[in-house]
Nanobody, 126 residues
Framework: QVQLVESGGGLVQAGGSLRLSCAAS????????MGWFRQAPGKEREFVAT????????DYADSVKGRFTISRDNAKNTVYLEMNSLKPEDTAVYYC???????????????????WGQGTQVTVSS
């Protein structure tokens, strides 16, 4: 089992940057593929980015491609989401999620992730 704690959210102007972090408990972090998801007010939670266990594969939602970068440091049990050129429509609660797997496959499907953090608020002002 793994516990996830996000940090790094806040208020930023459009065009600005933020880096979110998600710290995981336990000694088997490298056994989990990780994902970032977000939920805006009045909307369903949606996929943002995912990264394989080793960090060798990543994928992004079309809405964030070229602006967001997901990465991980398995030695620090942490996954990151670097967000640049932020837009007001990026305003949401951002969640990290973990799924234990034996493979290097990545997934955008929320149902595949067993563990979720509490979320961190990102607000982008225009």
């Amino acid at each position: 089992q793994v516990q996830l704690v996000e940090s790094g959210g806040g208020l930023v102007q459009a065009g600005g940057s933020l880096r979110l972090s998600c710290a995981a408990s336990g000694r088997t972090f490298s056994s989990y593929r990780m994902g970032w998801f977000r939920q805006a007010p009045g909307k369903e939670r949606e996929f943002v980015a995912t990264i394989a266990r080793s960090g060798g594969s990543t994928d992004y939602a079309d809405s964030v491609k070229g602006r967001f970068t997901i990465s991980r440091d398995n030695a620090k049990n942490t996954v990151y989401l670097e967000m640049n050129s932020l837009k007001p429509e990026d305003t949401a609660v951002y969640y990290c999620a973990a799924d234990r797997t034996w493979t290097e496959f990545i997934t955008k499907e929320q149902a595949h992730y067993d563990y979720w953090g509490q979320g961190t608020q990102v607000t982008v002002s225009s």
